[in-house]
């Protein structure tokens, strides 16, 4: 009886020209989207991975010189595309996209392609996401708005139930056999998609096919959501008028309407400080300590006693080591502690901001799929953080290198000048790779849009199975 | 069979059925008149379980409808007034989707036979139902009614809007069910139809069975007559109110 129904509802649709159109154009606009943000993915990817491979020979190649001025020549960090990136662009227009990194700072991420864009990019690129999010809902509402409330007004209703099926049967049939005509339009997409993951890319994004079966899954959850929810709204709506604006009011709350505001709301809530506040606090604690009462020349001064008493001499010039390559060091793990507690605090400001639209994610399954759409992807704000403290471990990692050498080699009563180190030392320091967050690590911190989109669906099959029995007939 | 005991509906303080007694017996077809709001509908939607009841009971077959709503339908088989199929199928993916849902699904051969059998032209059964007219439509309703074999009929208004040929076609299969021992329950406007059709006949009033008679124990003016002088009361009962 289900398959009958599911046959029936099919065919209805494959022979009405309006859903037809609606949806040919719904399958071309996926594909250009996938097939343009493929090429955009692989170019951008090999893009950045030749600037860093380009920067790379530059640090290797920069000649002889100081260990320390090595340290302020700096090298650069690009920031990988993620292979499933053209699926989801998420965040990363806005987050830059490389980082600078020298010794005593620690610099911004720059270059973002909004900075690079007309004001069109802030209603979305192209992509697949926008598709599958947006446009595809609204195909749904299309399909279901008068999936019961028109079979009411023409009297069908009354000679199905007349059959012997129950409103719970026919409400179940027909959820199916929409969500059978949302899969037959995203299930071909979606393996065209898997045929052109970037498979040279992979490397730096671990569990990439675990990654692509969770979003794949997940998009398949949400749309049962909005099957189950459209089909609700048009078995209960009087007429299919009411039907179709209800259900376009609710698309424009849940996919325009509520995700700015819950922006606005997070961002009032736990307000951020801005770029020059957060550098500005940083240099203070510098300069004055942590809490305020531990100068820079307090601490370089003790410091400095404490070294001369571990060697046993009164003066750095009587001292076996190079004085200011430790006093650098220290001063290098100083700034550290401060932009780590800094860095923190605002990561911690972003995150609480994020979890509250995470949270939100339970009134709205729209905020819920877009967390977790960027996630799987790799393009939401927590693979930036993990990117930006990927890029800093390193920056650290080469320029304590280099202060180490300093204080080993260049021993007292050298000039400056005639320190010189090359190539071997540059070449010791490993190129910057990154590899995005496994999969463990992506569900673990989005459990709330993962419960969000389960809580919505058990939601919405319990209430079918309460009240779908009591849909109106006549 | 289809029977009602003291079958009462009420929307707020207005009684659409009043303790409505009816019985249909296997190869009988009762057919009730009556103004608009006289109850006709409100009675077959009892007896289809589209509504409930608010007090009084409803059988088919000795199956209490409010009990056992599905198992009913087994034994029942229903043409709405305003039957408009699914206009993006043909004739016979209605009829066969349709006796699909209520038993099994006929094959394409059975199902043109079906067709062919109440009435429908060939070249019709394969054209989209959104082409036909009301006639041929509710063709299709007769066919997916007899698809069903059910020994219970229900039809609201079957033949308002159809032309004299098609009503007559329409009767000429009632009787044919009537023959096969189908109890049937018809609400119509149609007096003439009523009277050559059915084997008896009931006159409701503002939810009241005001008269139930045999067919063939009145005549065509004598029961326009009964009719006329019954809906006046009824007038001269609203005007006194």
């Known amino acids: ?474 | 069979m289809l029977r009602t005991i003291n079958l009462t509906k009420k929307y707020g303080t207005h009684t659409a059925l009043n303790n409505l007694n009816l019985s249909v017996q296997a190869g009988e077809i009762f057919c009730l008149l009556g103004a608009n709001g006289a109850g006709k509908t409100t009675t077959i939607n009892l007896f289809m379980n589209f509504i409930q009841a608010t007090s009084g009971q409803v059988f088919i077959n000795d199956l209490e409808v409010a009990q056992q709503a599905q198992a009913t339908k087994k034994h029942l088989a229903y043409i709405p007034e305003n039957l408009n199929l699914y206009g993006n199928l043909t004739g016979l993916e209605n009829l066969q989707f349709f006796a699909g849902l209520g038993g099994e699904k006929p094959k394409k051969e059975v199902a043109s036979q079906l067709l062919k059998s109440v009435g429908l032209q060939s070249e019709a059964i394969n054209k989209r139902v959104k082409q036909y007219s009301k006639g041929m439509r509710q063709k299709v309703g007769i066919a997916i009614a007899k698809a069903k074999q059910a020994d219970n009929l229900l039809l609201d208004e079957p033949t308002s809007g159809l032309d004299p040929q098609a009503s007559n076609d329409f009767a000429q299969l009632l009787r044919e069910m009537r023959e096969n021992k189908v109890a049937i329950l018809m609400a119509t406007h149609d007096l003439f139809r009523a009277k050559e059709t059915g084997t008896h006949i009931g006159i409701m009033k503002e939810g009241d069975l005001v008269h139930t008679l045999k067919s063939d124990e009145i005549k065509l003016n004598e029961l326009e007559q009964l009719y006329l002088e019954t809906m006046k009361t009824e007038s001269h009962a609203t005007a006194n109110n």
């Open chain 1, 1 to 474: 009886m289900l398959l009958l129904i599911i046959k029936k509802e099919i065919l209805a649709a494959l022979r009405n020209v309006r859903l037809q159109i609606a949806g040919i154009f719904l399958i071309a606009l996926m594909l250009v989207a996938v097939l343009l943000g493929r090429q955009g993915q692989q170019l951008i990817h090999k893009e950045r991975e030749k600037a860093q491979s380009a920067m790379y020979d530059i640090w290797v190649n920069q000649g002889m010189k100081h260990p320390h001025s090595a340290a302020h020549f700096g090298q650069f960090a690009f920031k990988p595309k993620p292979v499933l990136s053209f699926l989801d662009v998420g965040l990363d227009n806005y987050t830059g996209t490389s980082v600078f990194l020298e010794a005593h700072k620690q610099n911004e991420i720059l270059f973002s392609a909004a900075q690079d864009s007309n004001a069109m990019i802030r209603f979305g690129e192209m992509t697949m996401a926008l598709v599958l999010q947006i446009l595809l809902p609204l195909l749904i509402i299309f399909l279901t708005f008068n999936i019961f409330s028109k079979e009411r007004e023409e009297g069908t209703l009354k000679l199905i139930y007349a059959q012997g099926l129950s409103m719970r049967q026919l409400f179940m049939a027909k959820v199916w056999a929409t969500y059978v005509m949302v899969l037959a339009i995203f299930i071909p997409v979606i393996c065209i998609a898997y045929f052109l993951l970037d498979y040279q890319s992979v490397s730096m994004d671990p569990n990439i096919g675990l990654k692509f079966i969770g979003l794949t899954i997940t998009y398949a959850l949400y749309f049962l959501v909005f099957v189950l929810l459209s089909v609700l709204i048009s078995a209960f709506a009087k007429k299919s008028s009411i039907s179709l604006l209800s259900l376009l009011g609710l698309w424009i709350v849940a996919c325009i309407i509520l995700p700015k505001a819950t922006a606005n709301l997070a961002d009032k809530a736990y307000p951020t400080p801005s770029q020059f506040e957060f550098r500005n606090t940083i240099r203070e604690k510098v300069k004055n300590g942590i809490d305020g009462h531990n100068p820079r020349d307090e601490r370089l001064n003790a410091l400095k006693q404490k070294v001369l008493d571990q060697y046993e001499v009164s003066s750095v010039e009587e001292l076996p080591v190079n004085w200011s390559g430790i006093a650098m060091q220290a001063g290098e793990e100083y700034t550290d502690k401060i932009y780590d507690r800094e860095f923190t605090r605002v990561e911690n400001i972003f995150k609480k901001q994020n979890r509250l639209s995470e949270w939100v994610g339970f009134i709205n399954p729209y905020l819920a799929i877009r967390h977790l759409s960027m996630a799987f992807a790799g393009t939401d704000f927590d693979h930036h953080t993990a990117f930006a403290r990927a890029a800093e471990n390193y920056r650290r990692a080469f320029v304590k290198k280099m202060n180490k050498d300093m204080e080993l080699n260049h021993t007292p009563g050298i000039a400056y000048g005639d320190y010189n180190v090359g190539k071997e030392m540059w070449s010791s320091i490993k190129p910057f790779a990154y590899q995005l967050p496994d999969l463990t690590s992506i569900l673990s911190k989005q459990w709330r849009s993962v419960a969000a989109l389960v809580t919505w669906l058990l939601g919405l099959f319990f209430i079918a199975s309460i009240f779908s029995n009591s849909i109106s007939k006549i």
